[in-house]
């Protein structure tokens, strides 16, 4: 009998199935698995025989499919639909929005996708009359605007939004500036402590910072202590000269250039403010705009630092820590004062239509199943990059497939593919959409991808990790600009490191499903640093220049999110690995440990851990017993079609499993108890949040609460896993 061999990532090789490596990890201690016989085969580039999740046949016919996709995405292509989709703005609620949605249903149409649309009426403000000035020790206006240059001619085009900040509350405040630097909680709690009042100020913060900051929070946060008002803005340090050359020499920020964004507090609940938990549907009650507990209280504005400069000249009192300096000639002070700032800031806030736009291939046995990619179509201006580079690949990835069906590929479980609008406002459409279907996505939603913007560069993958070994497998077969498969190009980048894949906080449209209904979700795909972002210089020209030219990357990406569609469609058994959620959980302990310095959660820790070590137990038995099955071979896996499907149900589950409908605390609308983005970062994830957050503040008894919690969600996860086995077991034809 030919044997399924695996990639094993850790060891990067692949291997026989019978063996499992472990690893060893403080809180993940596993004696009882022995090591068989490793029979590893060097890779030089090859592609081991089997697939996981597919008979040795099946995993040959997936490949020649996979093949004739990977003939179709089309760099020509690619440029006509980004060229069309770049002539006007679009930002969420426009006419030009709707537009290139009807392009889009029509270009899957065309494919041979079934086609829908779904509308959502949404809170969205706009920009109005915004001024800035500085009052004291001089007057001058600060200019909140972006003006065209002559090199790029799509600058010129116009209607796009102006700087602006949205879901932050409108008014006229005036007050000393303070610098906060990036307006991470260590840096107000720095202030706290140096005894810095923002009482009545206003605050001056660059946008950025690391981990992930969202930029909501830096405002949150000087609202809190009594800040009346806020400037932000990108400094040269992190997104402009200092890291190169600035637009149109080169990719950076140029001086002119404002970072406009949503402000709206997304780690409470992201979508339409109004409609916490429910869509934004005729029908559905509002609550008033100021019980919305997602609006900044307090006016705010991005500016360039250009206009920044002009400032922190004014700024006096002591100088700023170190870390705090950023990239501009000068020293910068802390203040308070004495400059002192007005700001005038009016938003247009009106309800607005929110468009996505769905096309289907049905699957063939489990057609309710369901594996959605999708990306959002809004933009702040005219974005080429955010979010329409995005657009494109995947709609190469959309044709690809289609061709594949076309020459016999039936997909057990259904393709489908989303274009969101209201994205960049803070992930309306795909939220409001989640909201709307969660029992039928909690049920049947087996993987959510998000491909949104892309550019040249490194590739990077995050997710739940139960899909990580699954990922790294399919980079073997696709392909690399370089010319290399992507798994090599993507190790060398990892300088020879083990690849791991990364866990998703919020950013993008992934949120709903991961962090509210529980859905596997990745978010894969090709970037790197540019200071276009949310720019009136992120156009059609510039991509070209520096984006992606020749969409050389664009394609590779279209085929890699093609090829983790197909199988994840397609594979008999689902290509899951709750071994992988079990090392990230064992690593994420090792963290835990150390935030424990007063050894106040070590038996609650050790707890999860013995939870975890039973849990991975489990995995590793049943991955065993699937592997089995389907050595029974296609033909005799196709008379099983009911044993499958009740298999595949308990994969789809074991992640759920870490869902608790109690919700996090402050925060009941994320339910995942394994990833959610920071309360403090927005951006950033926070594994294991319940318990990590608690003992990041001290608060010792939430942590213990949230940490019997995790050992539930654990104890049923360990459960489920165990009857996948049991059917696979039951099953199996040895
Ligand atoms: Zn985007």
Request: with cysteine.
């Amino acid at each position: 009998m030919v044997r399924n061999r695996r990639f094993d990532m850790r060891a990067n090789k692949v291997v026989d199935i019978r063996t499992r490596v472990k690893i060893g990890r403080i809180f993940c201690a596993i004696s009882s698995i022995v090591l068989v016989s490793v029979m590893a085969v060097s890779l030089k580039g090859q592609s081991p025989d089997g697939l996981m999740g597919f008979s040795v046949e099946a995993a040959d016919q997936q490949r020649n499919f996979e093949r004739i996709m990977a003939t179709v995405p089309d760099a020509e292509r690619m440029h006509e639909y980004h060229y069309v989709m770049t002539r006007r703005p679009h930002h969420a609620g426009t006419e030009q929005n709707y537009e290139y949605a009807l392009y889009i249903k029509d270009q899957l149409e065309e494919f041979g996708y079934k086609t829908e649309m779904f509308k959502y009426d949404i809170l969205i403000p706009w920009a109005g009359e915004n001024r800035i000035s500085l009052t004291f020790p001089e007057t001058k206006e600060i200019v909140v605007t972006e003006p065209p240059i002559k090199e790029d001619p799509d600058t010129f085009i116009e209607g796009g939004l102006p700087p602006m900040a949205a879901y932050v509350t409108p008014g006229d405040v005036s007050g000393n500036l303070v610098y906060v630097n990036y307006g991470r909680i260590q840096d107000y709690r720095l202030l706290d402590e140096m005894g810095v009042s923002l009482e009545g100020k206003i605050v001056l913060t660059r946008y950025g910072g690391s981990p992930g900051q969202m930029r909501g929070m830096k405002v949150r946060e000087a609202a809190k202590r009594g800040a009346v008002g806020a400037i932000i803005y990108s400094d040269p340090e992190d997104d402009g000269y200092v890291r190169g050359d600035v637009y149109p020499n080169g990719t950076w920020r140029p001086w002119e250039g404002v970072q406009r964004g949503s402000y709206l507090d997304v780690p409470i609940y992201p979508g339409d403010p109004l409609t916490p938990f429910e869509p934004s549907i005729p029908g559905v009650e509002r609550i008033p705009m100021d019980q919305a507990e997602t609006i900044q209280k307090i006016p705010a504005h991005p500016i360039s630092y250009g206009e920044a400069l002009k400032l922190l000249q004014h700024i006096g009192g002591p100088v700023v820590p170190r870390e705090w300096q950023g990239g501009l000639p000068l020293a910068y002070h802390i203040g308070p004062g004495p400059a002192e700032v007005s700001m005038h800031i009016e938003l247009d806030y009106q309800t607005r239509p929110v468009w996505n736009v769905f096309g289907t291939i049905e699957g063939s046995v489990e057609p309710d199943r369901v594996v959605l990619a999708g990306g959002h179509r809004d933009s702040w201006v005219l974005g080429a990059r955010d979010p329409i580079s995005g657009a494109v690949s995947l709609l190469e990835t959309a044709r690809g497939i289609a061709e594949a069906v076309e020459q016999g590929f039936r997909p057990r479980r259904s393709i489908q593919f989303s274009s969101w609008g209201g994205e960049d406002f803070f992930l309306l459409g795909s939220t409001e959409y989640g909201e709307q279907f969660a029992d039928e996505l909690k049920k049947n939603m087996v993987v959510y991808i998000n491909r949104e913007s892309y550019t040249a560069g490194a590739w990077g993958t995050s997710g739940n990790h139960s899909l990580e070994k699954f990922v790294i497998e399919t980079s073997l077969d696709a392909p690399h600009p370089s010319g290399t498969s992507l798994y090599k190009a993507w190790t060398e980048e990892q300088k020879g490191k083990a690849l791991h894949i990364g866990a998703l906080g919020s950013g993008s449209d992934y949120t709903v499903f991961l962090d509210h209904l529980g859905v596997p979700s990745l978010g894969p795909g090709y970037g790197s640093g540019n200071g276009v972002y949310h720019s009136l210089y992120d156009t059609l020209v510039w991509f070209q220049k520096f984006g992606d030219p020749g969409y050389k990357y664009g394609l590779a990406q279209a085929d890699m999110v093609g090829r983790l569609m197909m199988r994840l469609a397609n594979a008999e058994v689902l290509p899951f690995e709750s071994t992988g959620t079990a090392d990230a959980i064992g690593g994420y302990l090792d963290e835990l440990a150390e935030l424990d310095t007063e050894g106040e959660l070590r038996e609650s820790l050790s707890n999860i851990s013995s939870a975890n070590a039973r849990f991975r137990s489990a995995a590793v038995h049943t991955n065993l017993a699937t592997d089995a099955l389907l050595e029974c071979g296609q033909d005799e896996l196709g008379t099983r079609t009911s044993v499958l499907d009740e298999l595949n149900g308990l994969i789809m589950q074991v992640d759920r499993d870490f869902l608790d409908e109690r919700g996090l605390p402050r925060r009941p609308w994320y339910r995942n108890q394994l990833y959610a983005p920071g309360y403090y970062t927005g951006y950033a994830a926070k594994t294991l949040p319940g318990v990590r957050e608690a003992m990041e503040e001290q608060q010792w008894n939430i942590a213990k609460e949230q940490a019997i919690g995790v050992v539930q969600a654990l104890v049923r996860a360990t459960k489920t896993v165990d009857m996948a086995g049991d059917i696979a077991r039951t099953n199996g034809c040895e």
